[in-house]
């Protein structure tokens, strides 16, 4: 009962925090602060995804970060042969308004997850997790291996994509955006794991075998959860791109898929919110730390080291007092 | 034809780079039940240390011995403070612990020799090229890479079937609890194998940094390859660990030498040669989704 209150307090008051974010930094002077919510929020998604996968099913991914560069990806696309009025692939013209580049982004995210998906997912365990990794790789080398758009060094576009009532250059505004798109994704996936099909996905974690012996097939249900667990980068992927109006290899490299379940982890698996503290945890630390000085990885790993060592349940299980 | 046998040979080259590697990772796996991504990262310092001792003293044995001897100590280093914790955890702790490992070698080795790539120049007794097959000049360095491979692959396969420390190892694989319970000091013989197997890291970092440029990050490229290898040869076997490598050395380098040629004929040259680059990447993991497809457990499954 009374750790009950206590979550309930932890999750008012980070929201009330988050929601008044822009007027602090207004306040404070430090304008900065609404990008780096803005991007706590977009990492937050795509890790709340990947904490469905880790938490509540037990597959460690190690890919995720494909299917959010693959997101970031088709929205920089689209906004690309939208400015020169070209053909992707000689069919599909572009686009700039967000209700279809954003639903475009997740549709061939959930697409390339249920590929990767339905062959990583042949394997378990270790080979699960360099399989994800190699497949996430294989996204990476293909965007390099692109000079149409921008292989190497990436391809940016002018505006964020249109939202009807809301002004593009509005960074606040964006924020806000985001911030909703993190309510809605944490309400679904909370609804979600507490569904029949949530419950299943439990089952498959403690025992895959005793959920056959029940008559479910463990594996259909594994690859409609890493299918969307794909889409949900994918969005996160597509407010990256907007965010920083611009995507690059770097959103599908191999150490932002380790940054993602760092996130996870260091936030407290299998919790949901849990990952939200831990994307704030990583975004604040790395800007802190960067400002302190250019070897902040050096920090960084040793720090990543001893949390994984020391601790057992992750900052939302400090800050909750869940067992 | 001729191109063919050199790029043959070029291929066995980097398998056996890969197999050096492989052997190491795919060891402590089958033992420890440890994926260690920081594995890159022993060869990585090898790669280093060798470059440099070789730049101070212009000996390439004696930077050869170096790097093997520091990427040993530092490995044994690595599993007595930190990777031995870790053995009873899950993969995801053990990942993830590791991961922060590789943060920090790749920016300590930024520190200590900077972001500059380094070249390492090729010894004087290792230099030019024999001509073995008719019309194919083949340089000697390469060809000494493939010998010290195949020493290695055939020490480690008597040392593993023949001596009594390999019997506690493949018994330590199958039966850990079991090889304690008679007496053996599983710790130290853990402690033992994984500096095995960084010494063989260090080996081959030490051996390629005449050929490729040493520099921060060249680990983790080769780490996610050695993956691959593992992966398609099976993990915990080191026949599969040989295998595999021998399959994506000669795969990744076919491709690097044929695909951009080959796409040339479809498209323009100047995509076909970015894009022929990219899908070269991707060929040693098209070939493990292949693999994976027919046997999910890989070519040699281990027993771990």
């Not at chain 2, 995801?92 to 500059?116: H, K, P, S, Y």
């Amino acid at each position: 009962m009374v750790e009950a209150i206590r979550r309930r307090l932890v999750i008012a008051s980070t929201a009330l925090l988050m929601l008044a974010l822009p007027l602090v930094a207004d306040r404070l002077a430090m304008p900065d602060l609404v990008a780096l919510g803005t991007q706590v929020a977009i990492y937050a998604v795509a890790a709340v995804g990947l904490d469905l996968l880790i938490g509540y099913t037990g597959l460690s991914s190690f890919g995720h970060a494909g299917f959010f560069g693959l997101g970031g990806y088709v929205v920089g696309i689209l906004a690309f042969h939208a400015a020169d009025g070209s053909l992707f692939l000689g069919v599909v013209p572009g686009a700039t308004a967000a209700w279809i580049a954003w639903p475009a982004a997740i549709l061939i995210s959930a697409l390339a997850a249920l590929a990767i998906g339905a062959l990583s997912l042949r394997t378990s365990g270790v080979s699960f997790i360099m399989i994800t990794l190699a497949f996430a790789q294989m996204l990476f080398y293909l965007f390099v291996s692109i000079k149409t758009y921008g292989g190497d060094d990436g391809l940016g576009f002018r505006r964020r994509n249109a939202l009807p009532w809301i002004n593009p250059r509005d960074d606040v505004a964006f924020y806000y955006v985001c911030l909703a798109v993190l309510a809605l994704v944490l309400a679904a996936c909370h609804r979600l794991v507490r569904s029949r099909f949530g419950i299943v996905l439990l089952g498959i974690k403690q025992n895959e075998r005793r959920m056959a012996a029940i008559g479910l097939d463990g594996g259909r249900y594994k690859l409609a959860v890493f299918t969307l667990a794909g889409a949900i980068a994918g969005l996160a992927g597509a407010l990256q791109a907007n965010l920083l109006r611009f995507v690059s290899p770097d959103m599908l490299h191999w150490t932002m898929s380790g940054d993602f379940m760092v996130m996870v982890v260091l936030g407290g698996v299998g919790t949901l919110v849990g990952p939200v503290f831990g994307a704030a945890a990583m975004v604040l630390l790395q800007s802190w730390l960067t400002q302190w000085t250019e070897h902040w990885m050096i920090v960084m790993g040793p720090v990543l080291v001893a949390v994984i060592l020391l601790t057992r349940r992750g900052i939302w299980g400090a800050l909750a007092g869940r067992r | 034809m001729t191109l063919l046998a050199e790029q043959l040979l070029n291929g066995l080259q980097y398998g056996v780079t890969l197999f050096l590697l492989a052997a190491g990772l795919t060891l402590v796996f089958g033992i420890m039940g440890l994926i260690n991504l920081a594995h890159g990262s022993l060869y990585m310092v090898g790669a280093f240390v060798a470059a440099r001792t070789q730049a101070g003293s212009g000996s390439f044995l004696m930077a050869v011995g170096a790097g093997m001897a520091v990427a040993a100590f530092v490995g044994m280093l690595m599993e007595v403070t930190i990777l031995r914790r870790l053995y009873f955890r899950d993969h995801l702790d053990q990942v993830l612990a590791t991961f922060g490992l590789i943060l920090f070698f790749n920016e300590a080795m930024a520190m200590l020799f900077g972001r500059q790539p380094m070249m390492a120049a090729i010894p004087d007794f290792l230099s030019g090229s024999v001509t073995f097959i008719p019309g194919v000049p083949y340089p000697i360095y390469r060809l000494a890479i493939i010998a010290v491979g195949a020493a290695v692959a055939a020490i480690l396969y008597g040392l593993i079937v023949h001596t009594r420390i390999g019997m506690l190892v493949r018994a330590g694989a199958t039966h850990r609890d079991m090889v304690r319970a008679l007496g053996v000091r599983i710790g130290v013989l853990y402690t033992l194998v994984f500096g095995l197997g960084a010494l063989l890291a260090g080996l081959a970092g030490a051996m390629v940094g005449p050929l490729l440029s040493v520099q921060v990050g060249m680990g983790d490229r080769i780490l996610i390859s050695t993956f691959v290898v593992i992966v398609i040869g099976g993990l915990g076997s080191i026949r599969g660990a040989l295998a595999g490598a021998m399959l994506v050395g000669m795969v990744d380098t076919l491709a690097r030498a044929y695909l951009p040629a080959l796409l040339k004929l479809v498209m323009a040259a100047s995509d076909a040669d970015g894009f022929g680059a990219g899908l070269s990447s991707m060929a040693s993991m098209m070939l493990m989704a292949v693999v994976l497809i027919i046997r999910p457990r890989g070519l040699f499954p281990g027993h771990g």
